[in-house]
């Protein structure tokens, strides 16, 4: 099911309704996001009323892609997470489950992985009803030009990837090279995946994600993004939306 919104503070507002539904039902929150401009956006949720009507003690934040780089570095999604987020409202930093950046791309991600699998057990994380996938709260993704998410990308081998959970890349089309993400079961095994894009940039990999384009676009990334189980969310600007079929873009 696809949903159109407006972004700022429909994005937050959309976040902190499924924060408090997942608190009241599980206890917990899991949420993972992506880097770009979504985060920014998020920051939405450090003003009023938000900052202070979400549960921030009951958060469990990881990332769904990272950069392989220092969590100071300029292209560490971390780094954004922290500057425009975790500095600015009570999240516990125990709740923060980064990557590992001082290992190897194979290592992190089999770390991070290893990491999941053990709050998978303990249900911080809960299990997918249909496979033995993480089901996160909610998976928040940014779309790229050329259709990739998270760190998948277009005719790239780890589209194909099944069984595992975490998977890393050595060959980014993007600098760094060296990347982690969430492979297409576990994203698509989540609860919530709201994808953000934003831009007259992206208004043709919108079309292509979305639109009923024929088979040739079934390989995009973005429009393998198809919950199991859960529901599917579009947060678009009015550039991004542009090239959209018909009036499927509502405000």
Same mark, same amino acid.
């Given at each position: 099911?696809?949903?159109?919104?407006?972004?700022?503070?429909?994005?937050?507002?959309?976040?902190?309704?499924?924060?408090?539904?997942? %608190?009241?039902?599980?206890? %917990?929150?899991?949420?993972?996001?992506?880097?770009?401009?979504?985060?920014?956006?998020?920051?939405?949720?450090?003003?009023?009323?938000?900052?202070?009507?979400?549960?921030?003690?009951?958060?469990?934040?990881?990332?769904?892609?990272?950069?392989?780089?220092?969590?100071?570095?300029?292209? /560490?999604?971390?780094?954004?997470?922290? !500057?425009?987020? #975790?500095?600015?409202? =009570?999240?516990?930093?125990?709740?923060?489950?980064?990557?590992?950046?001082?290992?190897?791309?194979?290592?992190?991600?089999?770390?991070?992985?290893?990491?999941?699998?053990? #709050?998978?057990?303990?249900?911080?994380?809960?299990? /997918?009803?249909? /496979?033995?996938?993480?089901?996160? !709260? #909610?998976?928040?993704?940014?779309?790229?030009?050329?259709?990739?998410?998270?760190?998948?990308?277009?005719?790239? &081998?780890?589209? !194909?990837?099944?069984?595992?959970?975490?998977?890393?890349?050595?060959?980014? =089309?993007?600098?760094? &090279?060296?990347?982690?993400?969430?492979?297409?079961?576990?994203?698509?095994?989540?609860?919530?995946?709201? %994808?953000?894009?934003?831009?007259?940039?992206?208004?043709?990999?919108?079309?292509?994600?979305?639109?009923?384009?024929? &088979?040739?676009?079934?390989? #995009? &990334?973005?429009?393998?993004?198809?919950?199991?189980?859960?529901?599917?969310?579009?947060?678009?600007?009015?550039?991004?939306? /542009?090239?959209?079929?018909?009036?499927?873009?509502?405000?």
């Amino acid at each position: 099911m696809r949903i159109w919104m407006k972004l700022g503070t429909d994005l937050a507002e959309y976040i902190a309704e499924l924060s408090e539904a997942s %608190v009241k039902e599980r206890g %917990v929150f899991a949420i993972a996001v992506s880097g770009g401009s979504l985060i920014g956006l998020m920051g939405k949720l450090c003003e009023t009323p938000y900052n202070k009507t979400v549960d921030w003690a009951k958060w469990y934040i990881f990332w769904a892609d990272e950069r392989v780089v220092g969590k100071t570095h300029a292209d /560490s999604n971390y780094k954004l997470v922290k !500057d425009a987020l #975790l500095s600015k409202v =009570p999240v516990v930093p125990s709740h923060v489950n980064s990557i590992n950046d001082s290992v190897s791309a194979e290592e992190a991600a089999d770390v991070y992985e290893f990491h999941i699998r053990q #709050l998978v057990k303990t249900r911080t994380i809960n299990v /997918s009803d249909n /496979s033995d996938c993480p089901k996160f !709260d #909610l998976i928040l993704l940014e779309m790229g030009p050329d259709g990739h998410v998270a760190s998948l990308f277009p005719n790239h &081998p780890m589209l !194909d990837e099944k069984a595992g959970w975490v998977a890393f890349i050595t060959d980014s =089309p993007k600098p760094p &090279p060296e990347r982690i993400t969430f492979t297409l079961p576990v994203i698509n095994s989540a609860s919530n995946v709201a %994808v953000v894009v934003t831009g007259e940039s992206k208004a043709e990999a919108v079309h292509l994600a979305i639109d009923d384009v024929g &088979p040739d676009c079934l390989s #995009l &990334p973005a429009r393998l993004v198809q919950p199991t189980k859960g529901k599917l969310v579009w947060f678009l600007d009015k550039p991004a939306a /542009s090239k959209l079929d018909g009036s499927q873009f509502s405000e």
